[in-house]
Structures are given as structure tokens and as C-alpha cells.
Nanobody, 125 residues
């Protein structure tokens, strides 16, 4: 059973930095895509950054130039380096891992989502 565990959240001052890590364990298969989402109370969970196993990345506009997502595909681990933090970055950050799962002998496959429990990032002004 795949488990996704985040670490690295905490308190930072405005303009400071934090580094989040996410590890997907319990499988010998490499992930297809890993994403970081964030959520504040009463609002939807929003995508922040994505990275494929091949290293292609995407960021929401509000974090471009400040956040960097990286991966170690062999270890099913990703990191989110967050610099120049702002109070509006305060949220619970969730890691999402997508794995391809073959479902029949013909090789048909589906993408399966796994989620971590989240890690709180608080940025003080």
C-alpha cells in the first residue's frame, strides 16, 4: 500500500524560506506525477506545483520565481523549496502522488491518486 508523507512545514517570517519534502513509500513503481497543493480553511485545495518523473515542472503564477519543485524519481521523493515567503502562502500543504496501475492482462492502466495528511506552513508578517 502506497503511503505519502510530507515533512518540513513550520513557521517562517515574511521573506524567509522553508523546504517541504514528500516521500511516497510502499511501492517499487516510480511515480508518474507528484504535486503540491495547499489549502486554507474554508477554501478549495489549490494546486501549487507539479513535477513529472521526467522532470517537467509547472507552477501556479503566484509562486513562480519563488518556489522550486524537484524530485528524486528513484526514491519517489519530491521537494518544494519555498523562498521569499509571503503571509498569503500560509496554508496546509498537501502532497499528491499519481501512480500508473495496470488493471488487466491486456495492459490497460489507470492513474491512482495518493495523498498525504498535509503539513502546516505559517508565514508571519
Amino acid at each position: 500500500q502506497v503511503q505519502v508523507v510530507e515533512s518540513g512545514g513550520g513557521l517562517a517570517q515574511s521573506g524567509g524560506s522553508l523546504r517541504l519534502s514528500c516521500a511516497a513509500t510502499g511501492t517499487s513503481t516510480n511515480f508518474n506525477v507528484m504535486n503540491w497543493y495547499r489549502q486554507v480553511p474554508g477554501k478549495d485545495r489549490d494546486l501549487v506545483a507539479s513535477i513529472t518523473s521526467g522532470g517537467s515542472t509547472n507552477y501556479v503564477d503566484s509562486v513562480k520565481g519563488r518556489f522550486t519543485i524537484s524530485r528524486d524519481t528513484a526514491k519517489n521523493t519530491v521537494h518544494l523549496q519555498m523562498n521569499s515567503l509571503k503571509p498569503e502562502d500560509t496554508a496546509v500543504y498537501f502532497c499528491n502522488a499519481k501512480f500508473r496501475k495496470v488493471v488487466n492482462v491486456e495492459g490497460a492502466a489507470v492513474m491512482v491518486d495518493y495523498w498525504g495528511k498535509g503539513t502546516l506552513v505559517t508565514v508571519s508578517s
